[in-house]
């Protein structure tokens, strides 16, 4: 007998909102449209909360992946059952689409996948937050910090081209420190930091729409400091050198507010030793946390429960409902769907599309590669949790963009003790550009088996520790395509996919937005007096 039969009805069968996954920006909206009094419905054809923000055990992990990088299914799977239209043909079957590809699995240690259930794995990563940005700011905003608990990532590294990793001079005390800056980089690079923090408090004159790298040029800063600056504060993707193939030029303006932001962030909770924070067991605590605060609200949670067809008008062009697994139909005036779904556009009474900037939601907007490596030693000796920058032509000339590196250890909940997870991620055009990126940057960060085979399950064949590179035991590849258009059809919208960045600022403010356009009246999350008393930072400790 199917699981998904033996549910009881749904009780009651009509909402104001109906969501389709857990994800990231799915949690939130289900969070706020709670917190401003709406009845919610939130299903995940999943047994586990978070979809594409999940953290999971290895083993589902792997099957997560391979699943989603599997040919799209237009139609209801064979075990569910089988679609029942009426006689005005009222109903739209709902399919997936494929948001994975080029997955590339090596196994040189059966160890890892022998203890897959003490790892806690980010399916999009790395993730992190910065202590005084936007998502933190709405975490205490909404008093899901009582739900998570965070870490410090003790450090942060930059590749020098050259083979080494010199740790980021991005404080004061950093930069007396730092023993790879000279003397006069040292002074030059204090007060660039000065003239910044007086640029932010006072204005400026300045034009602050040129291109960030061209103000760091006339500030006199070398390439290596403004290398520093671009790649590992400011967090840019791409190539800022290269004004002509750049796709994302970082402008003064909002360089200088990325710099602040950073140092806004260091020494903001008392228990955060640098800028950057990481949540204890995973990313995929967020979505769960979120999950949480609209249960409390009065939204109704259903895992393991597919939706298996869109309920329509007899004109096929207005959204009614949706139809489950269960074979229970359920009405709203507004339904979110988590990007992985799709809606054949073959169907006989396909839904009147209107689209935005003639741009469809099935479009992909770029890739991002990312890559999981599984090591018994630490990159950095001194560092438990740490990031590691590999800005353009660090690893090979015609690198164009940046290479982003997250070590986490035990201390943090993702993985068994003396044991390491990094994730890697770089933007690309295509898989061979991805991959190539971060084999280059996990070559440099990694010794290697002697021999090794994709998925090679059953030996034990790891390399000498050396005092530079830590042994790999496991690694993953796989390319995410990119959707930050957020699709309408009618009443029917669709979430993006997480987005390249190491931040959430991007999916914070387009999912506000996206609230906006469900719920024009409402408010994103009212504030408090006791969500005020909770954004008072001297009173808040994020890792107790």
């Not at 090596?106 to 022998?114: A, F, G």
């Not at 204005?203 to 040029?217: A, H, N, Q, R, Y």
């Not at 791409?238 to 994302?248: G, M, P, S, V």
């Amino acid at each position: 007998m199917d699981e998904t039969t033996s549910y009881p009805p749904i009780d009651p069968s009509n909402f104001d909102l109906i969501v389709v996954g857990t994800g990231l920006p799915e949690s939130i909206i289900a969070a706020a449209s709670s917190a401003a009094g709406k009845t919610v419905l939130h299903l995940d054809p999943n047994p586990f909360y978070g979809t594409h923000s999940a953290s999971l055990p290895l083993d589902d992990f792997i099957s997560f992946l391979r699943s989603q990088s599997q040919s799209p299914s237009p139609s209801p799977s064979p075990s569910q059952p089988p679609l029942q239209t009426s006689d005005d043909d009222s109903s739209v079957p709902l399919g997936t689409r494929r948001l994975y590809s080029d997955l590339e699995i090596k196994s040189l240690s059966s160890e890892p996948l022998d203890n897959s259930r003490k790892f806690s794995l980010d399916l999009v990563a790395p993730r992190a937050f910065l202590c005084a940005d936007s998502m933190i700011e709405l975490i205490l905003k909404t008093g899901i910090n009582q739900y998570m608990e965070f870490k410090s990532v003790d450090a942060s590294f930059v590749s020098s081209g050259e083979g080494k990793l010199e740790s980021v001079p991005d404080s004061r005390s950093a930069i007396f420190k730092s023993r790879s800056l000279l003397g006069p980089e040292k002074y030059q690079l204090m007060n660039f930091f000065k003239h910044v923090q007086g640029i932010f408090a006072n204005g400026s004159e300045e034009d602050l729409e040129i291109p960030f790298v061209e103000f760091l040029t006339k500030r006199g800063l070398s390439q290596k400091l403004k290398s520093i600056i671009l790649y590992t504060i400011a967090w840019a993707d791409h190539d800022q050198e290269n004004l002509e193939l750049c796709k994302d030029v970082i402008s003064t303006k909002s360089g200088i507010n990325r710099l602040a932001l950073y140092h806004s962030s260091i020494g903001r909770f008392p228990n955060a030793n640098g800028a950057v924070i990481y949540p204890i067991y995973g990313q995929g605590e967020l979505s769960q946390a979120f999950c949480r605060r609209a249960a409390v609200k009065g939204c109704i949670y259903v895992l393991r429960m597919p939706v298996i067809a869109l309920l329509m008008d007899k004109d096929g062009r207005t959204y009614q409902g949706v139809r489950l697994a269960s074979g229970q139909e359920l009405i709203s005036p507004q339904l979110i769907l988590a990007p992985s779904f799709a809606i054949p556009t073959t169907s006989p009474r396909a839904v009147e599309v209107k689209i935005s900037n003639d741009k469809s939601p099935s479009d992909a907007e770029g890739k991002v590669a990312r890559g999981i490596c599984i090591a018994k030693n630490s990159i950095k000796p001194e560092a438990a949790n740490c990031l590691v920058f590999f800005p353009p032509r660090s690893l090979y000339p015609e690198q164009i963009t940046s290479v982003r590196v997250l070590q986490l250890s035990s201390n943090v909940g993702v993985c068994p003790p003396k044991t390491f997870v990094t994730y890697l991620s770089a933007v690309c055009d295509d898989a061979v550009e991805g991959k190539k990126l971060l084999n280059a940057a996990i070559n440099a960060l990694f010794s290697m088996a002697v021999s090794s085979s994709p998925e090679n399950n059953g030996i034990d064949n790891l390399c000498e520790h050396t005092e530079e590179k830590p042994c790999l035991l496991w690694s993953a590849l796989y390319i995410q395509d990119l959707t930050k258009f957020h699709g309408v059809y009618d009443s029917i919208r669709f979430t993006p996919m997480p987005d390249e960045h190491l931040h959430y600022d991007d999916i914070l403010d387009a999912t506000e937005k996206f609230f906006k356009e469900l719920f024009p009246n409402e408010d994103f999350f009212t504030v408090t007096s006791e969500s005020e008393e909770r954004l008072d930072d001297r009173n808040t400790e994020l890792d107790p």
